[in-house]
């Protein structure tokens, strides 16, 4: 067994009493390891993949969406996608954390990559998905996503711990673009193979 250490500010002489403060060594050393790194990051896309998809707002968003499209987009795919984009933006936010990237470099080029995929979309994907970025800043997503960039920033003495929740946002409007470019194109195939079906026959 190893020995605790005296620790002699712990000691009240008058009292004669010793508090003894157990201190636990990290799961992968003292040091965060690659290892440690991935499970960080799988944890933090897991925590907000689940907690949007717990999100009453997005789940009246896609009931909305739902019957708009007539049930073309059903309201699952409508929360899975933006359940992805949301846990994508958490794991971005955290290795800007992490690795202490400026936050500029993260959020400006995905909002330069939005306005091109804003222009070739639909008029009713855009509405849905820059609606959808406001749904994430729900009560179930904000305080799980603000405790843990506090606590992390913490444990490694990050001052400037924001960001995570802007990319939160950003990401689910670019998940569910690149969605509706492809529904359109899964469409217009679909489309395009009657016709020829059509002629064919």
Not at 5 to 12: I, P, S
Not at 95 to 120: A, K
Not at 135 to 151: E, F, H, N, R
Not at 182 to 199: C, G, H, N, V
Request: charged share 15%; hydrophobic share 50%.
């Amino acid at each position: 067994m190893k020995p605790i250490e005296f620790q002699k500010d712990q000691y009240n002489q008058e009292k004669k009493q010793y508090t003894q403060i157990i201190n636990l060594e990290p799961l992968f050393g003292k040091k965060l390891s690659v290892l440690g790194l991935i499970l960080v990051l799988i944890f933090a896309f897991g925590m907000g993949y689940g907690a949007t998809m717990a999100e009453p707002a997005l789940n009246a968003l896609g009931i909305t969406v739902e019957g708009l499209t007539v049930g073309t987009i059903k309201r699952v795919q409508i929360v899975q996608v933006v359940s992805i984009g949301v846990g994508i933006g958490i794991v971005l936010g955290l290795s800007r954390i992490l690795f202490d990237l400026p936050l500029i470099w993260l959020i400006v080029p995905t909002y330069i990559l939005l306005m091109p995929l804003t222009i070739w979309s639909e008029e009713e994907f855009t509405a849905i998905a820059w609606d959808s970025g406001g749904v994430t800043t729900g009560p179930v997503t904000v305080p799980l996503v603000l405790a843990m960039g506090l606590s992390i920033g913490g444990e490694l003495n990050v001052i400037d711990g924001f960001g995570i929740l802007a990319l939160a946002s950003a990401f689910p409007i670019m998940t569910v673009l690149l969605y509706g470019l492809y529904a359109r194109a899964k469409q217009r195939k679909s489309i395009l193979t009657k016709q020829k079906e059509k002629e064919n026959g």
